[in-house]
């Protein structure tokens, strides 16, 4: 069961790995087109300044997923380390428990709201006019992917018993 939560795991980081790529590739490129849109006088800058920001705001948030997804975040563990056996797994257990609670309630769930309300009240952008709950989905996805890795991250530490991470 633990080998297929990883290789779904897996899978779901790869496909959030190229969505970032597309989204990062698509910030350069709208940031540059300002730029030289700006120096050659074109106009048209306030859809891209706006559109660089949401992209910069998704790129933000799944990308700390993605970075949280391969421990390539910024982790306090001195604490946990100076522990040995059952008292390291607790600590390890329970810096999982709370970074899923984080990313479960706050951005799964309060992220929800914002969007649902943001459509309810029919909420649009300035100078594109896109829905801004479309622009807010970045929270309950990104806690969707947070909270799903922390969760198999508790299954390995409980489970597979291996050396924690």
Known sequence: MLNKLKKVKKQMMRLLECLLICMMASLVFVVVY????????????????ELAQFLL???????GSLAFANN??????????KLKGKASIGIAVFAQLCIAFFGAYLLLYGGGKL????????QISSAMGVAMGYIYLALPISGLFISLVAFESIAEIIFDKEELK
Not at 36 to 48: D, E, F, Q, S, V
Not at 57 to 63: A, E, I
Not at 115 to 122: G, I, K, N, Q
């Open 34 to 49: 300002q730029i030289l849109a700006r120096a050659l006088n074109l106009g048209g800058t306030a859809i891209c300044s």
């Open 57 to 63: 705001v998704w790129v933000t948030l799944l990308g």
């Open 72 to 81: 390539a975040h910024l982790g306090i563990d001195y604490f946990a380390n």
């Open 115 to 122: 969007v649902a309300l943001t459509f309810r009240f029919e």
